[in-house]
């Protein structure tokens, strides 16, 4: 009876490897495919453009000729973050399960949030969704930032609109639960911690923008150099953020948020 036991714990071991060395796998393929994906549209920026634009950029044009729906380009040295950034106002979530030539992608694309303005002016505050992934795609890499001794190698984030190259610095990292306001009223779990963070888009001068400064200090994982003041733009980057990282069971985020220099 002992070495039947031992038998099947051993058959179960070998499935359990099976499997996972198939996720392994599976991941390193996507992946992979994600990347030379992503390097053939890079690859564009090279290229330039006949498009009679002047306000776009040169390297942008032909990709703005491609997909209309490009507003920027973003870039953090040290990671694989090199993606064009989207954004639809019609369809908000549009490129959410889309990459940029408009097919069904599960990775998606970097999109801007459809109450920001990017062109030709930019809000106070624009808000970038990405993916977490299980590979190297996506705004996996910003978990990186969770470390104040990796802050301090990669304080830059490179955003440029298709009409302005910009450099930004990074001035907060922190976790938040970003349940709906609604929910939470109906659970009676509203709490002076309670920000909505992703709805501070426009600079008031008032009360509105001290708390949104206020909780940002606050929430932060450390202190960072740089400091926000009113006439600064913001990005402020967020993609989901697993238990495992945030220790929030259901939506957590995390929240990368940096002032352009």
């Given at each position: 009876?002992?070495?039947?036991?031992?038998?099947?714990?051993?058959?179960?071991?070998?499935?359990?490897?099976?499997?996972?060395?198939?996720?392994?796998?599976?991941?390193?393929?996507?992946?992979?495919?994600?990347?030379?994906?992503?390097?053939?549209?890079?690859?564009?920026?090279?290229?330039?453009?006949?498009?009679?634009?002047?306000?776009?950029?040169?390297?942008?044009?032909?990709?703005?000729?491609?997909?209309?729906?490009?507003?920027?380009?973003?870039?953090?040295?040290?990671?694989?973050?090199?993606?064009?950034?989207?954004?639809?106002?019609?369809?908000?979530?549009?490129?959410?399960?889309?990459?940029?030539?408009?097919?069904?992608?599960?990775?998606?694309?970097?999109?801007?949030?459809?109450?920001?303005?990017?062109?030709?002016e930019q809000s106070f505050n624009t808000i970038i969704y990405s993916h977490y992934t299980s590979g190297d795609s996506g705004f996996r890499w910003l978990f990186n930032y969770e470390a104040e001794s990796w802050y301090k190698k990669h304080k830059i984030i490179q955003f440029d609109t298709i009409q302005e190259k910009g450099n930004y610095e990074v001035i907060a990292v922190f976790y938040y639960d970003v349940t709906d306001v609604t929910l939470r009223e109906e659970k009676d779990e509203?709490?002076?911690?309670?920000?909505?963070?992703?709805?501070?888009?426009?600079?008031?001068?008032?009360?509105?923008?001290?708390?949104?400064?206020?909780?940002?200090?606050?929430?932060?994982?450390?202190?960072?150099?740089?400091?926000?003041?009113?006439?600064?733009?913001?990005?402020?980057?967020?993609?989901?953020?697993?238990?495992?990282?945030?220790?929030?069971?259901?939506?957590?985020?995390?929240?990368?948020?940096?002032?352009?220099?």
């Open positions: 009876k002992r070495q039947k036991i031992i038998y099947i714990l051993l058959f179960v071991t070998v499935i359990v490897m099976f499997l996972s060395g198939n996720s392994l796998l599976r991941i390193y393929i996507e992946d992979k495919i994600a990347e030379q994906y992503w390097n053939s549209i890079a690859s564009k920026k090279e290229i330039g453009g006949v498009l009679n634009d002047d306000t776009i950029l040169n390297e942008y044009k032909t990709l703005y000729e491609e997909n209309s729906d490009i507003v920027g380009w973003i870039t953090i040295e040290g990671t694989k973050i090199d993606y064009p950034v989207m954004q639809n106002k019609e369809f908000p979530e549009y490129y959410l399960r889309r990459n940029f030539d408009k097919e069904y992608d599960s990775l998606g694309t970097p999109f801007v949030d459809y109450r920001c303005d990017v062109l030709p509203i709490t002076e911690d309670f920000y909505e963070f992703y709805n501070y888009i426009e600079m008031d001068s008032g009360d509105g923008y001290r708390k949104f400064v206020q909780k940002i200090k606050e929430k932060r994982l450390y202190e960072t150099e740089a400091e926000i003041k009113m006439t600064d733009n913001l990005i402020t980057l967020i993609c989901c953020a697993p238990e495992v990282y945030s220790g929030i069971k259901e939506n957590g985020r995390l929240i990368v948020i940096a002032k352009k220099i």
